[in-house]
């Protein structure tokens, strides 16, 4: 391995920033425009993410060849055995079955070529229904068997989220959080998770690009959002920033505690971020964009209720 390759350790060595690694086995978001990388292109994102200090992947069983992928380049670039890797369980095995929850977790772990998972979690919030009737059983047995280190759920929904937050087992709560959409924020999903000792992860930062793109880039099917950019565009002007800085920099400032997680199309995109994360450019104007997109439409911030 040549010796520049950790030229960036001292850095930062504990990001608050996560790798979201949908890109690498699916073409992922509506602002995608180069498709799923190939294996070369897969190899510079996971290692300018390392370069840049992110200690943590997020995958999912549903992301196509992206556990493969991670698992292989990470493999490749002699640091999985550092980085903390979180995985989804494949919404369509049966929850209720235990064997079928082993089988896919063993699954994973050969995929991504550990015998330890950081994370487990379950990728929609409905399954929560089944922690009483057993699931909750089977997901600590793989904890008390030393194969996961912590169980999380990704959700949809503040109402599911203050479930989740009921159950001891459960360590990771990962919601959608941005500069329009604050509602596990005003809920007080992030103040009960910190009493608790919960981590939260934060997904869907750009809304799967949406609030990165330009009025005429917007899909026909989602032209009802172009308000939003619209007024993403006029904040921009007044205080003379970019999108990346305005959209990055309110995460940072409103969830200084959260873990963030950016997916990226090239090492490029990943690189700009990670620096604009970084940079010193202060953003004091989380008021007044709280004002701007208070009581927003769900159908333009919850990606699942998009039109397909």
Excluded at 75 to 80: A, F
Excluded at 151 to 173: F, H, N, Q, R, T
């Amino acid at each position: 391995m040549d010796s520049g390759f950790f030229k960036y350790r001292t850095i930062l060595d504990h990001s608050q920033l996560i790798l979201g690694t949908a890109q690498l086995g699916m073409d992922y978001g509506i602002a995608n425009k180069t498709g799923k990388p190939d294996m070369q292109m897969a190899h510079d994102i996971l290692r300018t993410a390392w370069e840049g200090g992110i200690r943590q992947f997020d995958t999912a069983q549903a992301y196509g060849e992206s556990e493969k992928i991670l698992g292989k380049v990470l493999s490749d670039l002699g640091i999985l055995n550092q980085a903390k890797l979180i995985t989804k369980l494949a919404p369509d095995i049966n929850h209720s079955n235990n064997q079928d929850i082993a089988d896919a977790l063993m699954k994973s772990l050969e995929n991504l070529k550990i015998e330890r998972l950081y994370g487990l979690m379950l990728h929609h919030e409905e399954f929560l229904d089944l922690f009483e009737g057993g699931l909750s059983d089977i997901l600590a047995d793989f904890i008390d068997q030393g194969l996961v280190d912590n169980i999380g759920m990704s959700l949809y929904s503040p109402a599911k989220a203050k479930v989740a937050l009921e159950y001891d087992l459960i360590s990771i709560l990962q919601v959608p959080a941005n500069i329009c959409d604050h509602r596990f924020y005003e809920t007080g999903i992030f103040h009960l998770a910190e009493k608790k000792g919960i981590h939260m992860y934060i997904r869907s930062i750009f809304l799967q690009g949406l609030l990165l793109m330009g009025k005429n880039e917007i899909p026909e099917k989602m032209k009802y959002s172009a308000s939003i950019v619209e007024i993403l565009e006029s904040l921009c002007k007044e205080f003379n920033i970019s999108r990346q800085v305005l959209t990055l920099g309110y995460i940072k400032q409103k969830y200084p505690q959260a873990f963030v997680i950016i997916g990226a199309e090239t090492k490029e995109q990943l690189a700009d971020n990670i620096a604009v994360w970084n940079s010193d450019q202060a953003l004091s104007i989380t008021g007044k964009v709280d004002a701007i997109f208070a009581d927003m439409d769900e159908k333009i911030i919850n990606p699942t209720l998009w039109p397909h």
